[in-house]
């Protein structure tokens, strides 16, 4: 007999609740999206050159890429850090983030309920045109 998953840790328990119930994502869907989605921008031509020298230590990021997911889509509060500076002076233009976003989106799409796919992508959406800004 297997255990459920633990809960999702949360700052805002009430909130994310609400959220998981509206989108079915949770903590395993998020975990696997990012595994599956980063494991194809590592293999992708255009993007895979911009990461590799920039990230040493997969696993941590991989780790550090749910807990931002978390907070963006499920309101956990689980991300501390600050996405801008960390992106600001990488050598990408337009195409790389069409890019990233279709593999993000194909990826949702194949992993991700209906609901939390829309929500997972639009808010992908978003953020690349800030971060492109």
């Known amino acids: 007999m297997s255990l459920p998953p633990p809960p999702m840790a949360s700052a805002r328990p009430e909130i994310t609740a609400a ?3 509206e989108t079915g994502l949770d903590e395993a869907i998020l975990r696997d999206l990012m595994h599956r989605f980063y494991d194809r921008v590592r ?6 050159p911009v990461f590799a020298p920039r ?20 309101m956990t509060g689980r991300y ?3 996405p801008m500076p960390a992106h600001a002076g990488l050598p990408v233009t337009w195409a790389h983030f069409d ?12 992993i991700c309920p209906l609901a ?10 978003r953020i690349a045109r800030s971060l492109h800004r």
């Open 19 to 21: 959220l998981m119930a």
């Open 43 to 48: 293999a992708d031509p255009l993007l895979g």
């Open 55 to 74: 990230i040493a230590d997969w696993p941590r990021h991989l780790e550090r890429m749910v807990d931002f997911w978390s907070s963006v889509a499920l």
């Open 80 to 82: 501390h850090g600050a």
């Open 99 to 110: 890019r990233w976003l279709a593999l993000f989106r194909a990826t949702a799409e194949e």
């Open 116 to 125: 939390g796919a829309a929500l997972l992508v639009d808010r992908a959406g």
